[in-house]
T-cell receptor, first 115, second 112 residues
Framework: ETGVTQTPRHLVMGMTNKKSLKCEQHLGHNAMYWYKQSAKKPLELMFVYNFKEQTENNSVPSRFSPECPNSSHLFLHLHTLQPEDSALYLC??????????????FGEGSWLTVV | RKEVEQDPGPFNVPEGATVAFNCTYSNSASQSFFWYRQDCRKEPKLLMSVYSSGNEDGRFTAQLNRASQYISLLIRDSKLSDSATYLCVVINRNSGNTPLVFGKGTRLSVIA
């Protein structure tokens, strides 16, 4: 499936680096999400964008900065991260209204390791 | 009470067994329900929607009990490949910007 694609799939970065995760959805959806999943822990919602507008910031530290230039693309800019930020970052998209009824589709995730 | 609750498991069952999971939700206005499957180190993938009348897809049966506010997933004739974490998702479109709520998942291990 290539409905939601994420790059890079794996990223190792130092605590002083600046990097970005990229997500693109080809499903014509109007909502996009960033989730974080740490080892053996449940999904944590980070950010939600509806129609390119950020509608939720789930108390995420400012070292994570999302950007949604259009309804198909979503970025997560990373700056001065901590080792505990190492996790799987999942992008997802859904159609806010319509017959699918918010069914959410995930990308394969970006594995981030902060050293 | 948490918005969506699942027994984390693990459920360890032999091949061929029938296993069932429940997921309870607290918001009686919830409108849509789904089961997702997440394999180790992979993204969650939609397994099936849950309809009011119940629905079946091969060995998998999903049911909704609105009165008691839970959904269930029944897996018959378990296969080794069914080993995964099963997440329930509850949607309330009237709850503002984040209508989707994920449960924490139930781990299933099917043993040979």
């Amino acid at each position: 499936e290539t409905g939601v694609t994420q790059t890079p799939r794996h990223l190792v970065m130092g605590m002083t680096n600046k990097k970005s995760l990229k997500c693109e959805q080809h499903l014509g959806h109007n909502a996009m999400y960033w989730y974080k999943q740490s080892a053996k822990k449940p999904l944590e919602l980070m950010f939600v964008y509806n129609f390119k507008e950020q509608t939720e910031n789930n108390s995420v530290p400012s070292r994570f900065s999302p950007e949604c230039p259009n309804s198909s693309h979503l970025f997560l800019h990373l700056h001065t991260l901590q080792p505990e930020d190492s996790a799987l970052y999942l992008c997802a998209s859904s159609q806010v209204a319509g017959p699918e009824g918010n069914t959410i589709y995930f990308g394969e995730g970006s594995w981030l390791t902060v050293v | 009470r948490k918005e969506v609750e699942q027994d984390p498991g693990p459920f360890n069952v032999p091949e061929g067994a029938t296993v069932a999971f429940n997921c309870t939700y607290s918001n009686s206005a919830s409108q849509s329900f789904f089961w997702y499957r997440q394999d180790c180190r992979k993204e969650p993938k939609l397994l099936m929607s849950v309809y009011s009348s119940g629905n079946e897809d091969g060995r998998f049966t999903a049911q909704l009990n609105r009165a008691s506010q839970y959904i269930s997933l029944l897996i018959r004739d378990s296969k080794l490949s069914d080993s995964a974490t099963y997440l329930c998702v509850v949607i309330n479109r009237n709850s503002g910007n984040t209508p989707l709520v994920f449960g924490k998942g139930t781990r299933l291990s099917v043993i040979a």
